[in-house]
Nanobody, 130 residues
Framework: DVQLQASGGGSVQAGGSLRLSCIAS????????IGWFRQAPGKGRVGVSC????????YYAASVKGRFTISTDNAKNAVYLQMNSLKAEDTAIYYC???????????????????????WGQGTQVTVSS
């Protein structure tokens, strides 16, 4: 079975940092794009950051660029999201996600369309107080 196990959410004050982790199992890590979506209260789910293992590219939503950093640990089949300089508007449930495809620029194509995601992890709540 494919599983994405996410962890690392919590509550911080604005300007603080959190690190999200996602451990993947049940599929070949290198054949996927993997990353994070988030869903704020009353809003739709949108892509935040992603690594495309096929062409080694990364994607960041404009709202998080320069503050968030995505990374992977191949040995652990893990993807991490380091979130710095957090803002109140970063408050959301964050979901680890994976797409099985070998396509260039896949992350940017998928980010606006959560229906294209093949695998979802459980959400982890991030709350930033101002």
């Amino acid at each position: 079975d494919v599983q994405l196990q996410a962890s690392g959410g919590g509550s911080v004050q604005a300007g603080g940092s959190l690190r999200l982790s996602c451990i993947a199992s049940g599929f070949t890590f290198d054949d996927h794009a993997i990353g994070w979506f988030r869903q704020a209260p009353g809003k739709g789910r949108v892509g935040v950051s992603c690594i495309n293992r096929y062409d080694a590219t990364t994607y960041y939503a404009a709202s998080v660029k320069g503050r968030f950093t995505i990374s992977t640990d191949n040995a652990k089949n893990a993807v991490y999201l380091q979130m710095n300089s957090l803002k109140a508007e970063d408050t959301a449930i964050y979901y680890c996600a994976a797409v099985a495809a070998k396509t260039e620029d896949l992350c940017a194509q998928v980010a606006p369309y959560p229906a294209l995601v093949h695998y979802w992890g459980q959400g982890t709540q991030v709350t930033v107080s101002s």
